[in-house]
């Protein structure tokens, strides 16, 4: 069980241009998830909390009309880069909550990796 | 905010010895301490994790001891296997209902036979 499933692993875009990356949590319901930045060799840098059926929560630093985050159903979040530029290209990861109070549990996706070109 | 350090950034071993990564914390309102494994181009896998009420848990042959008065938990690996070898991070919790994480900067694990 608590399988997320994130798509696409792997984009490459032209600048300018906006790229989605669903994630998608397969066998439970998360209200919760989270979206994280990761540079080569580096750590998982958290951008953005995202609550189903609300705003979600940016960090500090992460600009929020850039780095646009739906999260529609119970199952799915989005984050849509908006007009990528090179300096966005990294390793894009998601994680979805499970279970409640003492029992939160997050489990990743397997990341997509983002060339702006 | 809460600011996660992690020790040592890289740490070689013989297989069958024993590994220990270092961790500290800032905010004293975290309660949740989770250890990820990440392996060359897969996901963070979660490998074991301890809430503040306990100072210990085993789990095989890996243990997480947290001393809450000091701020710091710690990651022990016994008789490492080269399939230890990977990326170990630590985090902690922030917020209310210890939902986000912040995570330490990783340590890569290098097991050698």
């Known amino acids: 069980g608590a399988v997320v499933s994130q798509h696409p692993s792997w984009v490459i875009c032209k600048s300018g241009t906006s790229v989605k990356i669903e994630c998608r949590s397969l066998d439970f319901q998360a209200t919760t998830m989270f979206w994280y930045r990761q540079f080569p060799k580096q750590s998982l840098m958290l951008m953005a909390t995202s609550n189903e059926g609300s705003k979600a929560t940016y960090e500090q630093g992460v600009e929020k009309d850039k780095f646009l985050i739906n999260h529609a159903s119970l199952t799915l979040s989005t984050l849509t880069v908006t007009s990528a530029h090179p300096e966005d290209s990294s390793f894009y990861i998601c994680?979805?909550?499970?279970?409640?109070?003492?029992?939160?549990?997050?489990?990743f996706g397997a990341g997509t990796r983002l060339s702006v070109l | 905010g809460e600011n996660v350090e992690q020790h040592p950034s890289t740490l070689s071993v013989q297989e069958g010895d024993s590994a220990v990564i270092k961790c500290t914390y800032s905010d004293s309102a975290s309660n949740y301490f989770p250890w990820y494994k990440q392996e060359l181009g897969k996901r963070p896998q979660l490998i074991i994790d301890?809430?503040?009420?306990?100072g210990e848990k085993k789990d095989q042959r890996i243990a997480v001891t947290l001393n809450k008065t000091a701020k710091h938990f710690s990651l022990h690996i016994t008789e490492t296997q080269p399939e230890d070898s990977a990326v170990y991070f630590c985090a902690a919790s922030i917020r209310q209902a210890g939902t986000a994480l912040i995570f330490g900067k990783g340590t890569t694990l290098s097991v050698s036979s």
């Open positions: 994680s979805a909550l499970t279970g409640y109070g003492a029992k939160n549990i997050q489990y």
């Open positions: 301890i809430r503040s009420n306990v």
